[in-house]
T-cell receptor, first 113, second 112 residues
Framework: KQEVTQIPAALSVPEGENLVLNCSFTDSAIYNLQWFRQDPGKGLTSLLLIQSSQREQTSGRLNASLDKSSGRSTLYIAASQPGDSATYLCAVLYGGATNKLIFGTGTLLAVQP | EAQVTQNPRYLITVTGKKLTVTCSQNMNHEYMSWYRQDPGLGLRQIYYSMNVEVTDKGDVPEGYKVSRKEKRNFPLILESPSPNQTSLYFC???????????FGPGTRLTVT
């Protein structure tokens, strides 16, 4: 069964700290992996998309890595700010007949001022 | 502005009363899909559409219908809503099914 897991479910850090969010997936036959941010009561905002052939992607203070062989991705946030507080979701697009996007249940991040 | 829009944003209805949630995108995307988000279960795909007139079931299609008569619109239809369809619904689109997905703001549906 194709599953995506995110640990921890919640994380609280002081402002300015660097942090890493984890995502693991059970099947390495993926097309791509996408990280999203979701604010309370809001939609999902795409942060980074990593294709299966790539090892990492960077956007500003965010860096996402992908290791297909171990079934893992990390989202690194540098110099965290209170405005980074949100739920971060990892989603994996698997190949095959379904081309289905499978989401993890997210990590709720709180950055304390 | 490139975006995915959904209407209504909030809806409270009663069991059995047919409803439609609209979704529209202005990015000329081929691929569109619907998800529902429930606590502890994450987002699950309801239906998707690879292109106009092409739709297929996702993981949780029971109780839902969709249509794709035009590229920009992908409405979600609940013919006879039930309380277990109370959820937060998201529409998404992408250039093709393997590209970056863009999500709408969500529709919070309550069925009593």
């Amino acid at each position: 069964k194709q599953e995506v897991t995110q640990i921890p479910a919640a994380l609280s850090v002081p402002e300015g700290e660097n942090l890493v969010l984890n995502c693991s997936f059970t099947d390495s036959a993926i097309y791509n992996l996408q990280w999203f941010r979701q604010d309370p009561g809001k939609g999902l905002t795409s942060l980074l998309l990593i294709q299966s052939s790539q090892r990492e992607q960077t956007s500003g203070r965010l860096n996402a890595s992908l290791d297909k062989s171990s079934g893992r991705s990390t989202l690194y946030i540098a110099a965290s700010q209170p405005g980074d507080s949100a739920t971060y979701l990892c989603a994996v697009l698997y190949g095959g007949a379904t081309n289905k996007l499978i989401f993890g249940t997210g990590t709720l991040l709180a950055v304390q001022p | 502005e490139a975006q995915v829009t959904q209407n209504p944003r909030y809806l409270i209805t009663v069991t059995g009363k047919k409803l439609t949630v609209t979704c529209s995108q202005n990015m000329n995307h081929e691929y569109m899909s619907w998800y529902r988000q429930d606590p502890g279960l994450g987002l699950r795909q309801i239906y998707y559409s690879m292109n106009v007139e092409v739709t297929d079931k996702g993981d949780v299609p029971e109780g839902y219908k969709v249509s794709r008569k035009e590229k920009r619109n992908f409405p979600l239809i609940l013919e006879s809503p039930s309380p277990n369809q109370t959820s937060l619904y998201f529409c998404a689109s992408s250039l093709a099914n393997r590209d970056e997905q863009y999500f709408g703001p969500g529709t919070r549906l309550t069925v009593t």
